[in-house]
């Protein structure tokens, strides 16, 4: 599909760097496309999007998105097929995220012909980056700060939209241990939890690096209010099977509305697994692993696909989660999502987006 297209200037790199690409070793982030797109919003005028080669941008060190944090970025992937044909997922979602994010921190709304049609002749550029492989993918990073050179605070005027793109495999290299944080908060009502703003990672790197000092890899929210119910992961959704049903957090504005999380959502449904919805006690959880009702705890996001807990830290105490096998939920939850995205199955649902 090609979405109504505002002409983009492109300027083609001389040599492309595609010979540092080893795709049996990628280490998330690490390593960046020959092609990047800036798009400029003036006075709430986009500008003529561009194509240039990656590499660094200039700044004024009045920057306001630098002062204030007017920064939001939305995480997406695109696959090959067996084909050699490059496939985005549910792009359209990410776009309406994204704007969603920029309401809620006061910033231009970007226009999809720039964030689609920008994605897709940035893939036709560098579709050769997309690596195939279990786990591989090329892992897509649209962002928008505030661009102007001002130290009132206020609303910037100006904009810069960029997308960025790298090549990706596994975020995880084991199964992630998590702490229930009950000390520090993610967002409370009426904040911007369910924003993808930079502020929101940023804030969170302090408690993650306290519990990464006791062995545990990442965190899981609990909510502002009494630290009794969960949030969200680190980097991801949080799901729990319990008693053979998918259990999940229900939405609000202190959770990030995960498009990997309502895709699975769907999937559980279409393969006949029951979802709940609903606020997810610690206390149920943690009792639920004691009792053997809960037999899979996993994070789920665009970077870390569906990823497994292998134990849940709470009040001092690891509670240990069964090992994964090919008939866990979240296994299957993994491979048919794995299946749609680079086409070994039909895509039922509407979902893949062929550039
Ligand atoms: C994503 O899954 O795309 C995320 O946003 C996580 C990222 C911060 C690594």
């Known amino acids: ?54 590499g660094e941008i200039g700044f004024n060190p009045a920057l306001a998105s630098l002062h204030y944090g007017q920064s939001i970025f939305e995480g997406m992937k695109a696959f090959k097929d067996d084909e050699g044909g490059v496939r985005m997922f549910r792009p359209l979602e990410n776009f309406k995220r994204f704007n969603i994010s920029a309401e809620r921190m006061c910033m231009a709304q970007v226009p999809e012909d720039i964030f689609i049609g920008g994605l897709e002749e940035l893939l036709r550029l560098d579709a050769a980056w997309v690596p195939q492989g279990e786990d591989n993918s090329l892992y897509l990073r649209p962002f928008m700060f505030a661009s102007d050179v001002y130290l009132g605070v206020r609303p910037s005027l100006n904009y810069r939209f960029m997308i ?89 504005s202190t959770i990030l509305k995960g498009i990997t999380r309502d895709t699975l959502i769907q999937i559980a449904g279409s393969l006949g697994i029951v979802v709940e919805e609903r606020k997810v006690s610690v206390v149920e959880i943690i009792e639920g692993i004691k009792d053997g009702s809960v037999t899979e705890a996993f994070g789920a996001g665009t970077a870390v696909v569906v990823s497994p807990f292998s134990a849940i830290g709470f009040e001092g105490t690891d509670y240990q989660l069964p090992e994964i096998t090919t008939d866990s939920i979240s296994s299957k939850l993994k491979n048919a999502l794995n299946d749609i995205r680079t086409g070994k199955v039909e895509d039922s649902f509407g979902w893949v987006w062929k550039v």
């Open 1 to 54: 599909m090609i979405a109504e297209q505002t002409a983009i200037k492109i300027t083609h790199v001389k040599e492309s760097r595609i010979n540092q690409l080893d795709p049996q070793n990628i280490v998330f982030g690490s390593l960046f496309t020959d092609h990047m797109l800036i798009a400029d919003c003036v006075n709430g005028i986009w500008q003529t999007p561009e194509i240039i080669p990656f």
């Open 164 to 252: 960025i793109m790298s090549p990706a495999g596994k975020y995880y290299s084991g199964a992630p241990k998590v702490k229930v944080e009950t000390e520090f908060i993610r967002a409370a009502e009426g904040g911007v939890g369910y924003a993808k703003c930079a502020g929101n990672y940023a804030a969170s790197l302090y408690p993650a690096k306290l519990a990464q000092q006791q062995g545990y890899t990442q965190l899981l929210w609990t909510d502002a209010k009494e630290h009794k119910y969960f949030e969200e992961s680190g980097t991801m959704n949080a799901f729990f099977v319990k008693d053979g049903k998918l259990i999940t957090p229900a939405t609000s």
